[in-house]
């Protein structure tokens, strides 16, 4: 481990902190993993079971391939939809389809659910397909990034009310404005043929006729966005994780819909407003017509909407979260009554997004209810703790995983999501997280785990309530030679889980790791560098300097000195070394009773195999439900008024798209209910409860031995005097003066040769390499 550049002055403060990061690699690591390679590769056995995982690893490759392809179709027939549905010239053609399907069970709403539903869903069923394909081909990818950064990983917004905007976010955002221009210019067009020969009624007003027809469109366009409004908020959404993007980077996808939606949404019900007022019609706000659009309804739920999108507003969100997040249940209100607005047909287009939040948030609510044991707990001096829970070996996740947490101790209602702070590779049977107490919550729960410390074990009535792990579907991080990680205080924690796992995969031979690291770390007193201490490089990986390059630096902000000034400075460098002391750490006994109530495998983000059976089986629940309750209700109903002579003897609109969200919600809960019950079952029977224990003591004790962290006071430690500097942040800008020197002597190589060669297209070749690498530094 190199140490950084910086030397203490006579006052004890570094007379610089920058960090020097050198781009080659050493070749002595980089050559004795090439021959531990083809060491391991020598023999006819080892052949063999290298070509079988060739041909295992195409097979998949190619299955994959397929998936992706016809993932890209069936996408793009959802598109084509919504761009061929406002064409005035495919009226007669859409028309004919929607009514072809009047006489099934699902009348006029059947058509617009294979329109706008069947596509997406039978996407997300590809989808869940192509996780499962994508996790086993995932043994043979093992190949590192090169070149450019992806559109997906490339900003090129960093500033402004939409955070930070990669450039194929920006790519979809421009995308999505242009169908909106042009379902709208479709509309338009048809709507200014129509008024050519429309007959207006006594009370109306041409002017008050356009906008209303202008309202209709705005509102149907905001029911498609309703359809996409959900999928980002699945926190175990297949569709973003097809696409490696996490549920916490998907939230603002919902933000700007919500923000979009909305403004649609406002100016519908404003337009209407408007143009009933201009008539003297003002109180048809207030209908609720059985067989026509119920207005009242959508006034409800257009008040409920705007009351959660002024509460998430970007100051009020951070202000009054609680008001926020509580607000926001409101989406039942609004999402229940909008449904009473627009019928049973234009529900249909929202279907999609809907029953997958529905899905994901049974799901959620199934995992939730298992109470998941707290095997030990930690205190350390600085206040932060550490809790270790139970998990099922089934329940999988990555070193950049991260769970939600609630503590029934200390509240029943309130959740938070905290990093993992272990490797996957630490023990099947259980996870970390550290907490450091900043509000309420986490003060009370500061306070439990003391009195647990305080009694040496951990009572088996303290218990908590999980939710994932969520998190990027797979270890991103392994892609790259170097890795730059900056973290600052109890930031460090996914850093922590992230060179546990290295150090882990090192340990296990396993090829292509990144072969350098950088930790640039920041707080605030020198009490936190103890969260480093979790890491016992030498343990994990005894030869760890051998195999790649590890280096640390610590900034201390609020210290100017690195050891007391009260001490005199004679004995300056004994206390400097024992600040970095690891000190003794209280902690719990394990708790062998928390290790029969493990994490339940029942996830969103699970076994993909039971997610697609309870996406199955919801989905063909629903169609049960729906054909049940229009045999035995609607049906009967129809036939009883036709009897009685009643002309309009069909089920009032407003209920029939309340028999919709009941079928749909039934079919979740009944159907899918039971294949995770099922599920549930299985785990718990194949779940060896009596050797997560011994793995429990035996992991968690080789590194507790007598209360303390790690009591080998000879063991080597990621931190010390030499790359810990005080009173000082980070110098980032010293390290963007090192790339920088690095990149005059790239383009003083390239001009060098572009004026040796004489070819017109080397030299062309020369010029457009220097720019493509300008742009990616700058990038």
């Known amino acids: 481990m190199r140490s950084g550049t910086s030397t203490l002055s006579p006052g004890g403060e570094p007379e610089s902190a920058n960090i020097e990061l050198p781009v080659v690699a050493a070749w002595d690591r980089k050559l004795s993993k090439v021959a531990m390679l083809e060491q391991s590769n020598f023999g006819v056995e080892g052949e063999n079971s290298k070509n079988k995982g060739l041909k295992l690893g195409w097979t998949l490759a190619a299955a994959k391939w397929g998936l992706s392809v016809a993932m890209c179709l069936l996408f793009g027939c959802y598109m084509a939809v919504l761009a061929a549905f406002p064409v005035g010239s495919l009226q007669s053609l859409k028309e004919k389809f929607v009514l072809s399907m009047v006489d099934t069970p699902f009348g006029k709403g059947g058509g617009m659910l294979l329109l706008f539903a069947a596509p997406l869903l039978l996407l997300s069923l590809?989808?869940?397909?192509?996780?499962?394909i994508s996790s086993r081909t995932s043994v043979f990818n093992k190949e590192k990034v090169k070149g450019r950064a992806s559109m997906q990983n490339l900003p090129v917004i960093t500033r402004g009310r939409m955070g930070i905007v990669s450039a194929a976010e920006l790519l979809w955002f421009v995308l999505f404005l242009l169908m909106f221009?042009?379902?709208m210019g479709n509309y338009i067009v048809r709507d200014l043929k129509a008024f050519e020969t429309i007959h207006l009624k006594p009370f109306e007003k041409m002017w008050g006729k356009k906008l209303k027809r202008i309202g209709l469109h705005l509102g149907f366009i905001g029911i498609i966005c309703?359809?996409?409004l959900f999928l980002p908020v699945s926190r175990g959404s297949v569709l973003l994780r097809t696409i490696d993007i996490p549920y916490e980077h998907a939230v603002k996808y919902h933000q700007w819909l919500g923000h979009f939606m909305m403004t649609l949404f406002t100016l519908h019900g404003l337009s209407y407003s408007i143009a009933w007022y201009s008539e003297d019609r003002l109180s048809k706000l207030f209908d609720w017509a059985p067989h026509k659009v119920a207005n009242f309804a959508g006034v409800i739920a257009l008040l409920a909407g705007v009351t959660m999108w002024i509460t998430s507003i970007g100051w009020v969100r951070k202000k009054y979260f609680e008001t926020f997040y509580w607000t926001h249940h409101l989406y039942i209100v609004f999402a229940l009554f909008m449904t009473f607005h627009i019928g049973e047909v234009l529900f249909n287009v929202t279907f999609c997004g809907l029953f997958l939040f529905v899905l994901d948030r049974f799901l959620r609510f199934c995992q939730s209810r298992n109470s998941v044991g707290v095997l030990s707990t930690k205190l350390l001096p600085c206040g932060t703790?550490?809790?270790?829970?139970?998990?099922?070996?089934?329940?999988?996740?990555?070193?950049?995983?991260?769970?939600?947490?609630?503590?029934?101790?200390?509240?029943?209602?309130?959740w938070h999501p905290f990093s993992v702070a272990s490797s996957p590779y630490d023990g099947d049977s259980w996870l970390k997280i550290l907490i450091k107490p900043y509000g309420g919550w986490t003060l009370q729960l500061q306070d439990l785990v003391s009195a647990v410390v305080k009694l040496g074990r951990c009572p088996s009535n303290i218990n908590a309530a999980i939710e994932g792990p969520y998190g990027h579907e797979s270890n991103f991080f392994l892609q790259y030679e170097m890795l730059v990680l900056v973290a600052g205080g109890i930031g460090i924690s996914p850093f922590v889980a992230l060179l546990r796992d290295l150090l882990q995969r090192y340990q296990r031979g396993q090829p292509n790791l990144p072969s350098t690291v950088y930790l640039i770390w920041a707080v605030q007193k020198s009490e936190e560098l103890q969260l480093l201490g979790l890491i016992p490089a030498s343990t994990i990986c005894p030869d760890y300097k051998l195999k790649f390059n590890l280096e640390v630096h610590a900034f201390v902000t609020r210290e100017t000195s690195p050891f007391s000034l009260e001490r005199g400075s004679e004995t300056s460098d004994l206390h400097q070394h024992d600040r970095f002391k690891m000190p003794r750490i209280l902690a719990s006994l394990i708790d062998a009773e928390a290790s029969k109530h493990p994490m339940s495998i029942v996830a969103g983000a699970g076994n993909n195999m039971w997610i697609t059976a309870c996406f199955l089986a919801s989905l063909l629940g629903y169609i049960i439900v729906y054909l049940l309750i229009n045999l035995f209700i609607v049906q009967p109903f129809e036939q009883g008024s036709v009897k009685d002579?009643?002309?309009s003897g069909s089920i009032p609109r407003w209920i029939t798209g309340l028999f919709s969200v009941i079928s749909m919600i039934l079919g979740v809960v009944i159907c899918g209910g039971s294949v995770?019950?099922?599920w549930n079952f299985l785990g718990r029977l194949h779940q060896n409860t009596s050797g997560a224990v011994e793995e429990n003591v035996h992991l968690l004790s080789t590194s507790d031995n007598d209360g303390t962290a790690f009591t080998d006071e000879c063991a080597d430690r990621l931190l010390d005097p030499s790359n810990t500097y005080f009173g000082h942040r980070p110098n980032l800008r010293g390290m963007r003066e090192v790339f920088l020197n690095y990149l005059r002597l790239f383009i003083s190589f390239i001009l060098h040769r572009f004026r040796s060669d004489k070819s017109l297209r080397h030299r062309l070749l020369l010029l457009h390499t220097m720019l493509c690498y300008i742009l990616l530094r700058l990038h």
């Open 226 to 228: 309703l359809n996409l």
């Open 645 to 647: 002579g009643n002309s």
């Open 126 to 132: 590809l989808a869940i397909i192509n996780l499962e």
């Open 676 to 678: 995770v019950s099922l």
């Open 385 to 414: 703790f550490e809790l270790t829970l139970a998990k099922s070996r089934g329940v999988k996740y990555h070193a950049l995983s991260y769970i939600y947490l609630n503590i029934p101790e200390v509240s029943k209602l309130q």
């Open 181 to 183: 221009c042009w379902i």
